[in-house]
Nanobody
Framework: QVQLVESGGGLVQPGGSLRLSCAASGSILSINAMRWYRQAPGKQRELVAALTSSLTTMYADSVKGRFTISRDNAKNTVVYLQMNSLKPEDTAVYSC???????????????WGHGTQVTVSS
């Protein structure tokens, strides 16, 4: 199995910063992409940022220029989301998603973490 553990959420004032981490563990042959999603109360889950194995990144328009997704240089199973200039509308549960292959016999699958709460409020 593949397990994802997120950390780094919390309460921050508008304009502040947080860095989320997501560590993947277990049987992993390769990782195709790592993504961060968020879901605010009463809203649909949205893709915030993605990082492919070729280090291509994408961002939702609402976070461009403020958020940065990156991978640990030493451990390519750890992905970060640096969030700067946070706004109240960034408040949500942030979840990590990894598209990975466990072995040569198992198809590419998506794995999810449990999520971490980010609250932006004064």
């Amino acid at each position: 199995q593949v397990q994802l553990v997120e950390s780094g959420g919390g309460l921050v004032q508008p304009g502040g910063s947080l860095r989320l981490s997501c560590a993947a563990s277990g049987s992993i042959l390769s990782i195709n992409a790592m993504r961060w999603y968020r879901q605010a109360p009463g809203k649909q889950r949205e893709l915030v940022a993605a990082l492919t194995s070729s280090l291509t990144t994408m961002y939702a328009d609402s976070v461009k220029g403020r958020f940065t997704i990156s991978r640990d240089n030493a451990k390519n199973t750890v992905v970060y989301l640096q969030m700067n200039s946070l706004k109240p509308e960034d408040t949500a549960v942030y979840s990590c998603n990894v598209e990975a292959r466990r072995d040569w016999y198992t198809p590419l699958s998506n794995y999810w973490g449990h999520g971490t709460q980010v609250t932006v409020s004064s």
